[in-house]
Structures are given as structure tokens and as C-alpha cells.
């Protein structure tokens, strides 16, 4: 069946560092790729997707590549903030956006000052 | 703004008691909602699929009698956690289905249910 596997956490950097966290997946067919994040005590926000292979997903200076013939949609961003401390889902879809998801573990990341 | 809505977002109540958690579409109409149980430091499982005026889709392992689903209308579905236990508390988010198959869903902020 379709899996999402994450590097495990918790991730902890400083602050500017380079960040990257690693996804991988096992799907049939062409899923959509999905990076959410949830902050302590709330709900998932999306954070960027991509629909069809080689495809960047990209916002608030996170970007993640849909790489087919690796099965993979590492998430990275450049210089990390306090701010960016969270948990990140990497999930997909197997049918379309709005279909039903299947979640990685989750990485906790951790920013220092 | 918010999309999604989702009600109470805690509660605490003793064992045995039956425990209502309403999710609402607030921007448009939704044929298809979520629900997901997300344990400490865990990822999100899901549980069931909501059809507005059909039966929901349950995962397998997850007990139809204990997790009551129902989506009576377009922009509100509710999941009813019956004769609640320990066991049962977690942290429990509904997502909404995007208004078009190409856009990703929705979540609410989540309700952590904790039963004593």
C-alpha cells in the first residue's frame, strides 16, 4: 500500500542554519506530495505541495522538489528562524488534493537563538 | 480567514461519558470531510471518511460503534466518541475536502479530549 516515511527528530538547529528534512514515499500510480506543519497545541496548516513529478513547492522560504525517479520530497529552507520550530507532516494523496491522506511520522524541528 | 471549524477544542469528562466534537466548513459546501486521532508525538491517523448523507468510511481497526460520524449536512460534520475511556483521550482534527479536486484540504485547529 502507500506509505510516507521522515527522517526521525527531533531536529535541532540554530538559528540560520540550512535546513532539510527527508521524505520519502511509496504510492501506485502519481500522488500529490504535501508538506504540512502543525504548531504546539493547534492544527495542520499546509505549507506547500506539488502535483506531478519535478514540480517545487514553495512558501514562506520552504521548498520541496517532487523527485519521481527518487521517491522523494525532501523539505529544505535556507536560514531558519525561532519562528519555524514545529512539527512537519509530510503527507500525499493518492487520488487528488482533496482526497484522503496518508501522513509521514512527523519531524519535530527545534530553532535555537 | 478560517475555513474550517472545529468545536470544542478541549474537553474534559469522566470516564463513561459520551463526548460531541463538531467540525464545520465555514467557506463552502463539503460533500467529503476527515477525521484524524493524533496521539503525543505521533502522526495523524486517520479514522474515517465523512460522505455528507451517506454512511462514513471507517479505517480498518477503528470501532464504527465507539466513533459515531455524522454528516447530516454540507457544512457540519460530528464525531461522537460514546462511553468515552481513558484510552479514548487524544487529540482529534477533521479536515475538509477542497471545493474542487484540485485543492488540498482544510484542517481545524483539533480538539484534545482527555477523559479521567
Known amino acids: 500500500g502507500n506509505s510516507v516515511t521522515q527522517m526521525e527528530g527531533p531536529v535541532t538547529l540554530s538559528e540560520e542554519a540550512f535546513l532539510t528534512i527527508n521524505c520519502t514515499y511509496t504510492?501506485?500510480?502519481?500522488?500529490?506530495l504535501f508538506w504540512y506543519v502543525q504548531y504546539p497545541g493547534e492544527g495542520l496548516q499546509l505549507l506547500l505541495k506539488?502535483?506531478?513529478?519535478?514540480d517545487k513547492g514553495s512558501n514562506k522560504g520552504f521548498e520541496a522538489t517532487y523527485r519521481k525517479e527518487t521517491t522523494s520530497f525532501h523539505l529544505e529552507k535556507g536560514s531558519v528562524q525561532v519562528s519555524d520550530s514545529a512539527v512537519y507532516f509530510c503527507?500525499?494523496?493518492?487520488?487528488?488534493?482533496?482526497?484522503?491522506?496518508?501522513f509521514g511520522q512527523g519531524t519535530e524541528l527545534s530553532v535555537k537563538p | 480567514g478560517a475555513v474550517v471549524s472545529q468545536h470544542p477544542s478541549r474537553v474534559i469528562c469522566k470516564s463513561g461519558t459520551s463526548v460531541k466534537i463538531e467540525c464545520r466548513s465555514l467557506d463552502f459546501q463539503a460533500t467529503t470531510m476527515f477525521w484524524y486521532r493524533q496521539f503525543p508525538k505521533k502522526s495523524l491517523m486517520l479514522m474515517a471518511t465523512?460522505?455528507?448523507?451517506?454512511?462514513?468510511?471507517?479505517e480498518q481497526g477503528v470501532e464504527k460503534d465507539k466513533f459515531l460520524i455524522n454528516h447530516a449536512s454540507l457544512t457540519l460534520s460530528t464525531l461522537t466518541v460514546t462511553s468515552a475511556h481513558p484510552e479514548d483521550s487524544s487529540f482529534y482534527i477533521c479536515?475538509?475536502?477542497?471545493?474542487?479536486?484540485?485543492?488540498?484540504?482544510?484542517f481545524g485547529d483539533g480538539t484534545r479530549l482527555s477523559i479521567l
Open positions: 504510492a501506485t500510480g502519481y500522488p500529490s
Open positions: 506539488a502535483t506531478k513529478a519535478d
Open positions: 503527507a500525499l494523496s493518492d487520488n487528488n488534493q482533496g482526497g484522503k491522506l496518508i
Open positions: 465523512s460522505n455528507e448523507g451517506s454512511k462514513a468510511t471507517y
Open positions: 479536515s475538509v475536502s477542497g471545493q474542487h479536486s484540485n485543492q488540498p484540504q482544510h
